[in-house]
């Protein structure tokens, strides 16, 4: 799916739909860009119609006719939606369903009760990564933020010291690994690896949260001493339901799409011949539309049913969850027009051609590119989309393994120092009860760091592979 997507926008792209000089075209994309930052930022329009009107008015501004500038961003809304839509759509019912049946809750309660002491901050990071996985960041902060909040009243801990590794597993899962629609959206525009993908950011996660999470969890603490705000622990979901799915069965769901991802990965490395037939069997069931499809049927009964839902409850569950990942959807879908409108105009060739002279790393580029998208629009899912269409072109040549790094480049660079200009930003800020200050002291600064490890260690593995 992923590859003939890329084949069929590399199609598209052969003939440029305007005849503008490179000199028009970068001044036509900065332009293109500072529209849609503008109209985020400064008026506060929705990201969908920024990223709508920043397409139209990229195109024009590189002198394409305006029809064929529609044409180019519906085209790039379409396949992207269709590519990445499904997904997202399933992520967000597995989500929910983990939500709902309590198996979030009864995986922080049997990790918290096999940790104390020193090993808390770990414990969070554990509990994160692994709700993390299949949940957007704000359901994964909304389902946290009560734990967060009772361990650090209960075991009177720093604030800060159990919320910054929860907050970093969950950003890092958010950023760097598939099936958040960021990577996704990024691994279908420059048509790398999914498994290799998801394999590598693992790598790269693991050590990034460990810096970003405990590590310098004991920094913010000492910068940021607050007490739990009491009125922000909310009910938990499990707390209406007379029983939960159990523990292994709930980690067994939400790790199975992954499993089944990497296994495809590992098949095709090993045995490289698409005429085999186990290959061609993990080729089907690790594919990221039947690995997630199989997730989610299976969680209707380890986690759903177990819960003791009825029929009618798990249709109603399935229905809830996708209402609330319209705008994500629209979002993804408009930052694919975009990206094609710039593919269209002759971007990707103009970037291909100033490249040629640039001393700076192919990786360090898409990471700086990036971040500046997300210093100027608070986005990290924008950020990640404008930056892969951007760099695209450049990934044409490159190995497998280095294409799913230059997606994890991207990944990084998307979330450089979250500011004002965040929804997150004030999330974080508004659960913990703390001033503008001192959420740029914690969560900003756990952002970038974040951002910086994980580059460093995406150039590290560049090295070597």
Request: aromatic fraction near 6%.
């Amino acid at each position: 799916m992923t590859s003939l997507s890329v084949e069929m926008l590399a199609a598209d792209a052969v003939e440029p739909i305007t005849s503008a000089g490179n000199a028009q075209l970068g001044i036509a994309v900065l332009a293109g860009i500072a529209v849609i930052v503008l109209l985020i930022t400064k008026f506060k329009l929705h990201a969908f119609l920024a990223l709508t009107i920043g397409s139209l008015a990229l195109g024009a501004f590189a002198g394409a006719p305006l029809d064929k500038a529609i044409t180019s961003f519906t085209a790039g809304l379409g396949s992207t939606v269709a590519g990445v839509g499904v997904l997202i759509a399933l992520g967000a019912i597995l989500g929910k369903l983990l939500a709902d049946s309590g198996g979030a809750d009864q995986i922080v309660d049997t990790i918290l009760a096999k940790a104390s002491g020193r090993a808390m901050p770990w414990a969070m990071v554990l509990i994160a990564s692994i709700i993390g996985l299949p949940l957007f960041f704000e359901v994964g902060i909304v389902l946290l933020i009560p734990v967060v909040l009772m361990v650090a009243k209960r075991g009177n801990y720093s604030l800060m010291r159990i919320g910054i590794p929860a907050l970093a597993g969950l950003s890092v899962m958010h950023g760097l690994i598939p099936p958040h629609p960021g990577p996704l959206v990024a691994i279908d525009a420059i048509g790398a690896n999914l498994g290799v993908t998801l394999a590598l950011g693992l790598v790269v996660a693991i050590p990034t949260v460990i810096i970003a999470g405990p590590v310098f969890s004991k920094y913010a603490a000492r910068w940021v001493d607050i007490p739990a705000p009491e009125k922000m622990i909310p009910q938990r979901a499990s707390d209406d339901l007379e029983k939960r799915p159990s523990f292994g069965a709930t980690v067994a769901t939400v790790l199975l799409p992954v499993v089944l991802m990497m296994a495809k990965a590992l098949v095709d490395i090993v045995v490289d011949d698409p005429e085999n037939g186990v290959q061609r069997v993990t080729d089907v069931i690790g594919s990221p539309l039947i690995a997630l499809l199989a997730a989610v049927i299976v969680g209707l009964f380890t986690l759903g049913r177990a819960a003791g839902f009825t029929k009618d409850r798990l249709s109603s569950t399935v229905e809830k969850s996708l209402a609330p990942i319209a705008g994500v959807l629209l979002i993804v879908g408009a930052g694919g027009g975009f990206k094609q409108t710039l593919i269209d105009i002759g971007v990707g060739q103009m970037i291909l051609d100033f490249s040629e002279n640039w001393a700076i790393p192919t990786l360090l580029l898409a990471w700086l590119i990036a971040v500046a998208i997300r210093l100027a629009t608070g986005s990290a899912t924008v950020a990640t989309i404008s930056a892969a269409g951007l760099v695209a072109p450049l990934a044409a040549d490159m190995s497998t393994s280095h294409a799913a790094l230059l997606v994890l480049a991207i990944g990084a660079g998307s979330l450089f120092f979250s500011h004002v200009n965040d929804a997150g930003f004030w999330l974080v800020k508004e659960y913990f009860g703390m001033t503008v200050g001192q959420t740029i002291k914690t969560w900003s600064v756990m952002e970038t760091i974040i951002s910086v490890v994980g580059i460093v260690f995406v150039l590290l593995l560049s090295l070597v592979l």
